[in-house]
């Protein structure tokens, strides 16, 4: 069965670029001119065959609540919870077949079913010592299989959370930054959903960068004085699109509570191995080769549109490039896999969509390396991108690094860089490293990947 579905897998994204010279409208990659990454219209609910999945979904937010609350409130609901779940292991392993010629369906049935996954494990009370999870084979059979026809890995991701859980608010006008709500929240917080606002808008103020991105590769070239022109204007509309994210994540100071945020939205998140290499993991009930799948669990680093940006900036994540200053001890201890390895809990087609900017037979920088006039607005926009990179920092600082260490007091004010060496140190000499809802240790890749932003400038 495996075979036939790794079969399927390509013959649904066949390799579309056998060299670096092909032209491609951002359409074939399922990149929209309006919403970018996320879709025009809301996924339609699933066919009647599939109503126990989707009855299942709405059920779970009235009877689930977290194993590990003990409240009075999550007690009351524990014997739901048992019968939730108990329904879920007698469920029969109903075939994706009829879906796979429809994309959206496809991503409706990875949405629920990763959805059902993260509810299912962690509403279950911890064990000690922890043991695996045994995910049912009606849920883990038929995610795999869906997973594999998107070329997407089967559990939560930032596309189920954010990209296919936005509709609009008023449906008579299409989803935009003002016209947003979400379909489903884990934990049933203000603080979760309002997460997926912030992360929702900034992936749609970055869709004029996708259409510049789009422009530029399709300029019959870049050595001619309106060509070089319009390169500068769109650079500083690539910074003013920055400067807009880092104004949105910023905002979130004021509608998410960092306690909150720590303690009863990331849990639901955490994939397989959440708590670090020592993690008890899920097993897939029905599904072969469990400990080769990818079940970390959604992170902001799986955003497409920032990957995107990333590569049209030609930021070196990996270090494998010379650019001054050379990069730190510190940065180099950091998970330099990390932005690679996340590209896989994307949809296929916007991972190839990335792939086709990697090649692209004329890199912006250089480009900007040989037009003097070009530096100005290319360095002001790696600026601002680094810039937006600190503000992540502080953000990580306030709102999981600080929490990690107290759930008693929340800091009133968040130093970013003493407060991130003293947590460096700390973990060093006491404990585990913080570590992000992958399981990947926070502090350093964060300051890897703003130093990385820093060295991009073109001197």
Known sequence: ????????????????????????????????????????????RLPQAYDIWEAALVEAQSVLRLGADNSNVALAKRQEGVHWRGAIREWPVLSVEDLRD???????????????????????????????VQVPRGLAVPLVAVSRLLGIA?????ADVVMWNAQPEDPDYPISVDNLRFEHVLSGTEDEYNFYLMSARAELQLVETLRIIESYHNLPNTTDLASITKIGRDLARITTAIHDITA???????????????????????????DGPDSPGWIYEGVSGTDHIDLSGPSAGQSSAMHALDIFLDVDHKLVKRRSPAPSGENKKADLGFMERMRRYMPGKHREYLEYLTRTPRPLREVVRQNQVLRDPYNTAVRSLKAFRDVHIRIACLYIVSMSKSQAQIPSQCPASAMLNKAMNDADRHRAPVRGTGGTALVPLLKAGRDATARTLVQ
Request: cysteine-free.
């Open 102 to 132: 429809d994309i959206r369906q496809l991503q409706r049935a990875h949405y629920v079913l990763a959805f059902l996954v993260h509810w299912f494990v962690h509403s279950i009370p911890p064990t000690e010592p922890p043991s695996p």
């Open 154 to 158: 089967p559990v939560l991701t930032f």
């Open 248 to 274: 949105t994540l910023e905002s979130s100071r004021s509608t998410i509570d960092p306690h909150g945020f720590y303690f009863n939205v990331r849990p639901w998140w955490k994939g397989s191995d959440g």
């Open 1 to 44: 069965m495996a075979l036939s579905y790794i079969t399927k897998v390509a013959s649904y994204y066949p390799r579309r670029f056998p060299g670096a010279t092909a032209v491609e409208s951002q359409e074939t990659f399922d990149v929209s001119d309006i919403t970018g990454f996320l879709p025009e219209q809301p996924l339609r």
